[in-house]
Nanobody, 121 residues
């Protein structure tokens, strides 16, 4: 069974930095997309950043220039470096990966449990 475990969330002051990590474990044939989503109270879950084949990255406009997504394929791990944090970045951050557990099965989405990021003075 595939499990995604997140870490790195916490409380930080505006302008501060955090680094989130998410490691996938279990039977994994191949990972195609790794990404981070967030959900603030009263808001829909939104894509923050993802990284896909060829190393192509995508970011929501509000985090461009401040956040950087990266991956370590050997460790089945994705990271989100968050700099210059703002109050509006406060949310639960979720890791998502699209992967195959074996060659005979289609790609499916797997989610982490979420980690709280709070930006407040």
């Amino acid at each position: 069974q595939v499990q995604l475990v997140e870490s790195g969330g916490g409380l930080v002051q505006p302008g501060g930095s955090l680094r989130l990590s998410c490691a996938a474990s279990g039977s994994i044939f191949s990972i195609y997309v790794m990404g981070w989503y967030r959900q603030a109270p009263g808001k829909q879950r939104e894509l923050v950043a993802n990284i896909i084949s060829g190393g192509i990255t995508n970011y929501v406009d509000s985090v461009k220039g401040r956040f950087t997504i990266s991956r370590d394929n050997a460790k089945n791990t994705v990271y989100l470096q968050m700099n210059s944090l703002k109050s509006e970045d406060t949310a639960v951050y979720y890791c998502k990966m699209n992967l195959r557990v074996n060659r005979a099965t289609p790609s499916e989405a797997y989610w982490g449990q979420g980690t709280q990021v709070t930006v407040s003075s």
